[in-house]
């Protein structure tokens, strides 16, 4: 299968690790990958925030981006998310009916990293090794608006070498949600304190999920208090194999500097 990255502006600037991970991780498992270097924010900041008119710009650009693109697979249910349920939205809001017709089309060919393995690939297993105390924080707009269900912890669950802890209130948000931990500082400081407490409490050496923004809202609150936990993108975990497991150690405290350095 033809394979086009989405590799998110986020992840491009600041956590290009992810999209090496996934696209070696595509490509092991047979697939051919292609990253259009011309691709840029999808535009979800600049809708969610009220800029819908200069968010339009942004959304035809991704769609002459990926317009003969196969299948387009990304490390962010957040910006799948937005690709899926909001663009067509965008499209009614500006009275394109051509560009509803063709986001429409393009939003059945987007996917999330894991749902495209586990409901398009139909693979549970991908060969990884990851030998690590590891708990999963499912975020929002994966779970709620993708629906991806229990598709990251069937992949967790065969991964070798993995122990995987449950993680306490894990439909609670971390408090990130893009411009609102702006916005609403003192309420998103409160769910991230309410979430780094669970993270701690399984004893894990790091905690995965499949977005890298609430990652690096996870990952300042633990590296704040010292916890010595660190935060990892599901992508990576999966693309790691036992050569690579030396490194695996610096892996996860990669994001726990990088949140740190952020903030």
Known sequence: ????????????????????????????????????????????MHFNTGYQREALPL????????????????????CV???????PKAAEWAGDDDLLREVTELGKRTYELSEFLIKVLKVEDVGAYYPHRVT???????????????????????VRGLTLV??????QCCGFGGTFSVKNPETSTAML?????????????????GDNSCLMHIGGGLSRLQSGVGVVHLAEILASTESMSAGSSETIGAMQVSAEALL
């Open 1 to 44: 299968m033809k394979i086009d990255l989405f590799i998110t502006c986020l992840n491009d600037a600041l956590f290009p690790q992810t999209g090496l991970a996934m696209a070696r991780l595509l490509r092991r498992l047979g697939h051919q990958v292609r990253f259009n270097e011309a691709q840029t924010c999808c535009g979800q």
């Open 59 to 78: 959304i035809r650009k991704f769609v002459n981006d990926f317009r003969n693109a196969e299948v387009i697979v990304a490390p962010s249910g957040s």
């Open 81 to 87: 998310a937005f690709v899926r349920d909001l663009y």
């Open 136 to 158: 999963y924080h499912p975020t929002c707009h994966a779970a709620r608006l993708l629906r991806v269900g229990d598709a990251p912890l069937r992949l967790l669950k065969n």
């Open 166 to 171: 449950e993680l306490p209130a894990s439909e």
């Open 193 to 209: 304190a309410d979430k780094v407490q669970s993270v701690m409490s399984t004893g894990a050496e790091c905690c995965t999920a």
